[in-house]
């Protein structure tokens, strides 16, 4: 069967960081695209950030534009985005995304809650 599974969230105070993880099973990601996306309440999900299959081409909304990074490990078939400087604007369920030639599968998110 084929799935990601995101882990990493939980609640930080503004300022802290937080360290996504998504791990795939059933496939291999080396030769998908993967984005992580988010979905505060209330709100569309929205991108956040996208890299290549060879992890040479990166992209970013420019909300977290220098505080985020995303990044994979093939070997691992794991990818993550490392959140720093987070703002209570951050707080959503994030879900990761992997997709080839049109084809998507999606984690069931993990959430990130920013408050003091």
């Known amino acids: 069967q084929l799935q990601l599974v995101e882990s990493g969230g939980g609640l930080v105070q503004p300022g802290g960081s937080l360290r996504l993880s998504c791990a795939a099973s059933?496939?291999?990601?080396?030769?998908?695209?993967m984005g992580w996306f988010r979905q505060a309440p209330g709100k569309e999900r929205e991108v956040v950030s996208c890299?290549?299959?060879?992890?040479?081409?990166?992209n970013y909304a420019d909300s977290v534009k220098g505080r985020f990074t995303i990044s994979r490990d093939n070997a691992k078939n794991t990818f993550f985005l490392q959140m720093n400087s987070l703002e209570p604007e951050d707080t959503a369920v994030y879900y990761c995304?992997?997709?080839?030639?049109?084809?998507?599968?999606w984690g069931k998110g993990t959430l990130v809650t920013v408050s003091s």
């Open positions: 890299i290549s299959s060879s992890g040479s081409s990166t």
């Open positions: 995304n992997a997709n080839r030639f049109g084809v998507d599968y």
């Open positions: 059933g496939f291999t990601l080396d030769t998908y695209a």
